[in-house]
């Protein structure tokens, strides 16, 4: 009597490929959203909530239960509004995030774009003053020109953003390199194309991707930076808000009041969290492509 044998199911890969596009579009979509929600509460949620203002509150309503009427979050103990002063200090995270990687961007990207398209010595002098940079403990450094500049948002950016710049020099240049490689490039040369419409046409467009992938992964980094810098009161200077004073602030009364330290951590760790799963679902659609 023959045996019937049964054929091993085999998946197709035609019916694999729309799944693997789905789930890599669901991988950008939900921290993306994420993010997005965090800004719109942060930028948008004090200008349309019945919400507060983050400081000068009544020392009389100091220490309010989390939802107590007309304080969702309850209050510090100062009597300011926890969620008041969470979207705030959100606000101004998210701002000191974002504009150091612009300025990371703008300078060490043209830096080390113009490195690698000329090449030669002058690649050589900027990539070894970029090397200096990068050769030194970077915290130890922030944490020196934080300390020099003194507590303010506006010294918080410029001592992240001047050591963000080497990072994204290096990612420039490797990107430059790399297409200077490509055909078109070499076309685009014996065709005479002056090298600003070089740069501006051909190299910042398919250079800029990498660094804004590069950029929102930093993102959370520098998030969590910020929030030590103002926990150490060399960030953003009380009274005003940031998640990383605000923790600081609330550990004086942890076991009486956790609420005033757990708020900021938990909108601290999702904040980080979108951003880091932002950056590598963006890093992994571009290395497939």
């Given at each position: 009597?023959?045996?019937?044998?049964?054929?091993?199911?085999?998946?197709?890969?035609?019916?694999?490929?729309?799944?693997?596009?789905?789930?890599?579009?669901?991988?950008?979509?939900?921290?993306?959203?994420?993010?997005?929600?965090?800004?719109?509460?942060?930028?948008?949620?004090?200008?349309?909530?019945?919400?507060?203002?983050?400081?000068?509150?009544?020392?009389?309503?100091?220490y309010l239960p989390s939802f107590s009427a007309g304080h969702l979050l309850g209050t510090d103990p100062n009597g300011n509004d926890i969620l008041a002063r969470i979207l705030y200090g959100g606000r101004n995270s998210l701002t000191v995030a974002i504009a150091v990687?612009?300025?990371?961007?703008?300078?060490?990207?043209?830096?080390?774009?113009?490195?690698?398209?000329?090449?030669?010595?002058?690649?050589?002098?900027?990539?070894?003053?970029?090397?200096?940079?990068?050769?030194?403990?970077?915290?130890?450094?922030?944490?020196?020109?934080?300390?020099?500049?003194?507590?303010?948002?506006?010294?918080?950016?410029?001592?992240?953003?001047?050591?963000?710049?080497?990072?994204?020099?290096?990612?420039?240049?490797?990107?430059?390199?790399?297409?200077?490689?490509?055909?078109?490039?070499?076309?685009?040369?014996?065709?005479?194309?002056?090298?600003?419409?070089?740069?501006?046409?051909?190299?910042?467009?398919?250079?800029?991707?990498?660094?804004?992938?590069?950029?929102?992964?930093?993102?959370?980094?520098?998030?969590?930076?910020?929030?030590?810098?103002?926990?150490?009161?060399?960030?953003?200077?009380?009274?005003?808000?940031?998640?990383?004073?605000?923790?600081?602030?609330?550990?004086?009364?942890?076991?009486?009041?956790?609420?005033?330290?757990?708020?900021?951590?938990?909108m601290l760790f999702v904040t980080v969290l979108a951003f880091n799963l932002l950056g590598d679902a963006l890093r992994s659609r571009?290395?497939?492509?």
């Open positions: 009597m023959a045996i019937a044998e049964t054929a091993p199911a085999v998946t197709a890969p035609a019916a694999e490929a729309p799944r693997r596009a789905w789930a890599q579009r669901l991988g950008v979509i939900v921290p993306a959203g994420l993010v997005a929600l965090v800004a719109l509460a942060c930028f948008l949620g004090p200008l349309v909530l019945p919400i507060p203002q983050p400081t000068g509150g009544n020392i009389v309503d100091a990687n612009v300025i990371g961007m703008a300078i060490g990207g043209s830096f080390g774009a113009l490195s690698a398209y000329f090449g030669g010595t002058t690649d050589m002098l900027i990539m070894r003053v970029f090397d200096v940079l990068i050769a030194f403990p970077s915290l130890v450094l922030i944490l020196a020109v934080a300390q020099s500049l003194g507590p303010s948002r506006i010294n918080t950016i410029l001592a992240l953003g001047f050591f963000s710049i080497p990072a994204m020099a290096r990612i420039a240049r490797a990107a430059t390199l790399s297409l200077c490689e490509q055909p078109f490039m070499a076309a685009a040369k014996l065709c005479g194309t002056p090298t600003r419409r070089m740069l501006l046409r051909h190299i910042a467009p398919n250079v800029a991707p990498q660094l804004l992938t590069f950029s929102i992964l930093g993102m959370g980094l520098i998030i969590v930076i910020e929030g030590a810098l103002s926990f150490l009161g060399l960030g953003i200077a009380p009274p005003a808000p940031s998640w990383g004073n605000m923790i600081s602030e609330g550990q004086a009364s942890l076991s009486a009041t956790p609420m005033l330290v757990i708020w900021p951590s938990l571009w290395s497939s492509r």
